[in-house]
């Protein structure tokens, strides 16, 4: 039971993941191309990717758990740096967030949908460095 409970908490946290970092590079490249006809598909990542973060904050925590706090050596090093990229992968999307429901209200003005490029941008970037750092937590 443990062993399913183990991989089910871990299979999800990476599934998160892949939502979290293929969902935005896929946002970010598609507002490379131009400016977006609708903001639906952004209002629906946003809901998503808040309902992702909050599942994979739970399942961080039981990962954490499993594989205790790290107080010395590398590990320390990444746990800290990873909770610093996770604070400003945080704040970032709240702007993001909040530009999409400036973006849904106004009616796509252009300024906008440029900075919602590179707030998703720093979304995907912030996620891909994260992603090394949990390797390192994980395998030590």
Known sequence: ??????????????LGSGFVIGGSAVLWLALRVGEPKSARPLSWFEAGFWAVLGVMIFTGLG??????????GVRASAFSIKLVCILLLAAVSVVRALSVL?????DREPSTARGL???????TLLSAVIVPLAGVLARG
């Open 117 to 123: 490029r590179w707030l998703y941008a720093a979304t």
């Open 63 to 72: 990962n954490l758990v499993g594989f205790g706090i790290p107080t010395t």
């Open 1 to 14: 039971m443990a062993v399913t409970q183990y991989v089910a908490v871990r299979s999800i946290h990476v």
């Open 102 to 106: 400036e973006l849904r209200r106004r």
